[in-house]
């Protein structure tokens, strides 16, 4: 809609009776456009038509004669379709009309008006307050995507603090002022994050820089940049760009994407005659660590650190992908998922390579010391000696050399995985031959242990534990089955204990319906009896809800088991935990300790 008519520094720009002459005609013109009188301008406009001599009836013959009421039939249509559907909800209307502002709108001539002055037009800030409003500003931006008054408009949106609704978003990556004000909002909402955590808070993050090339490539140089700049503080960024990167190379299978990427941001040569990037880029591509490129990796590398030049990054020699395809060729055979290349020379490239990859944590090669290096062959080379699915008295042998093994965190893995082999093999026979009432597995005692001594390999522990609770083994009868169970949640007690239990907690409450009701009270009384008030809210809410999915078990537990079920539940301030109080039995309980508010 236009405006009334300016003036030039209060000077008329013609005559008075031409002035006065545009101005009816401009005014006029006004009132005839259909539903002129439900547009904001049409007072402004009824002045300057009187102001100029218009006669005041035909104002009143025009704007009726100018009325349709689409508005009015718009809210008729409306009312009718939420009283035939029985709903208080606009969606039938509105969703329709969101489609055809899309269909009509003008991107260029948007851009034009915005070009002009610099400011958005006010019907794009009354849409910013109200959802179903700021979906139609998204489709624009999807639709338009080089448009520079919609950018400004998401600009809008996030400094209103609509940011997360920005994140799905592939045209917010077009817009570098939208889409880094988004960056750092996602980085810094992953920063406090914990191990247990992470995966729920990083996958904002990852829905905003993993749609497009463009985002992805931004989001991994700031990273590196920020990361360069902190240096030994960066350990986070450092973890925030490998979950980007797995993120990339699992779920959107666009393994050359993240690699070659990676290796841009390391100094690389992609696709030229740098025989590093050449050998990384084939293992990614073919999962598999190829003898000619792990020889290159070795000459490279090797080479390097013995005359003490300086080298490739070797970041991406340490990535996940990469170490545990070296991994599985050199120690598969301890649980058969690959063949074992058999030639030594080959071997000891393959281990130097690993020995290399996990000492050399400043991408330096002048930090990994000699040393250090030789001791770590030599174990990797005693690990591949480990028995395949030993008898009891067998582990027992081995089981002190194991324990040192697993203060390291490259041999912890490999432990871990063998270890998961040993319990899990045939169906878990190890149970049918060894459990037997309720001692402790020591395979059991083994993941335990690497919990301990290696906190980043907690996620992986707890589903080797799942797997051994999960099981179903054939011959077992029901008791032994739970005595087997709870053997289990002793050990997955003590990975609470080391700060896992969010996962924990949501594992059982996604499980509750088919485990028995006996061992998931026995899982609640084993967590709470190692703990004390206060309980954070992030702890609480979810035992809550277990607890309250599980009070008929709870009612059959023994007393000294009950009374710490309802010492917790007297320490929680949450109307649910009173009731829960109310459902126990009132004759066992002991006193309660004071109430922690």
């Known amino acids: ?82 009283n035939a559907y029985n709903s208080t909800n606009q969606a039938a209307l509105l969703e329709p009309i969101s489609r055809k502002i899309v269909e009509s709108f003008d991107a260029v001539k948007a851009d034009e008006e915005f070009s002009n002055t610099q400011q958005l037009p006010v019907y794009i800030l009354d849409m910013i307050p109200h959802q179903v409003w700021r979906k139609t500003i998204y489709r624009l931006s999807e639709r338009y995507p080089k448009s520079e008054m919609l950018g400004a408009a998401l600009q809008k949106v996030a400094d209103e603090g609509f940011q997360a609704e920005l994140t799905s978003l592939n045209s917010a990556s077009l817009h570098t002022h939208v889409f880094y004000s988004l960056l750092v909002e996602c980085i810094e909402n992953v920063a406090p994050a914990t191990d247990e955590t992470l995966n729920e808070r990083i996958s904002e993050l990852i829905s905003t820089v993993c749609r497009s090339e463009q985002a992805y490539f931004m989001a991994q140089y700031v990273l590196v940049h920020a990361r360069q700049k902190l240096g030994p503080q960066a350990i986070g960024l450092r973890r925030i760009e490998e979950e980007l990167e797995r993120h990339m190379l699992d779920k959107y299978d666009r393994p050359q994407l993240a690699v070659h990427m990676r290796l841009l941001l390391d100094g690389c040569a992609v696709g030229g005659d740098d025989a590093v990037a050449n050998a990384l880029v084939s293992i990614i591509q073919n999962s598999y660590a190829a003898p000619g490129d792990v020889t290159a990796l070795y000459r490279h590398y090797h080479d390097a650190l013995a005359a003490g030049q300086p080298t490739s990054s070797a970041y991406m020699l340490r990535s996940e992908r990469i170490m545990m395809l070296l991994v599985e060729q050199m120690f598969g055979h301890l649980w058969e998922s690959t063949v074992e290349d058999t030639r030594m020379a080959l071997v000891d490239k393959y281990i130097w390579l690993l020995a290399y990859a996990t000492l050399s944590v400043d991408d330096q090669s002048d930090t990994v010391d000699q040393a250090q290096l030789e001791q770590l062959i030599a174990q990797m080379k005693d690990v591949r000696q480990l028995p395949v699915r030993p008898i009891q008295t067998t582990l027992n042998q081995v089981i ?173 301030d949450d109307p649910r935990a009173e009731r829960l109080c109310e459902l126990l039995p009132k004759e066992s309980a002991q006193p309660l300790s004071p109430s922690v508010r």
């Open 1 to 82: 809609m236009s405006t009334p008519m300016d003036t030039n520094d209060g000077e008329p720009i013609v005559s008075n009776a031409d002035r006065n002459r545009l101005a009816q005609e401009e005014s006029l013109s006004e009132f005839s456009k259909l539903d002129s009188i439900m547009e904001p301008t049409t007072a402004a406009f009824v002045d300057q038509y009187l102001e100029a001599g218009g006669v005041p009836l035909n104002v009143m013959n025009l704007l009726v004669q100018s009325y349709e009421g689409l508005a009015a039939m718009a809210n008729t249509v409306d009312r009718d379709i939420r």
């Open 400 to 572: 002190r050399k194991v324990i040192e093994w697993v203060r390291v965190p490259i041999l912890a893995r490999v432990v871990l995985m063998w270890v998961r082999d040993i319990i899990s093999y045939d169906n878990f026979t190890y149970y049918d031959t060894y459990f037997k009432s309720c001692e402790v597995p020591v395979p059991l005692l083994l993941l335990e242990e690497i919990a301990f001594c290696q906190p980043l390999l907690k996620p992986l522990v707890f589903d080797a534990y799942r797997e051994s609770f999960e099981s179903k083994i054939p011959g077992f009868a029901a008791d032994r089955q739970i005595r087997l169970q709870k053997v289990v949640i002793n050990r997955i007690a003590v990975l609470v204990q080391l700060d896992y239990a969010l996962p924990v907690l949501h594992y059982f409450d996604l499980q509750a319906e088919s485990i028995d009701q006996s061992v998931l009270a026995y899982f609640i009384f084993r967590t709470l009896a190692q703990f004390e008030p206060p309980y954070p809210e992030e702890f609480y809410q979810p035992m809550l809800q277990l607890i309250e999915r599980t009070v008929g078990g709870i009612k059959t537990m023994k007393e000294k088991e009950l009374v710490v079920v309802i010492a917790f539940l007297g320490c929680i």
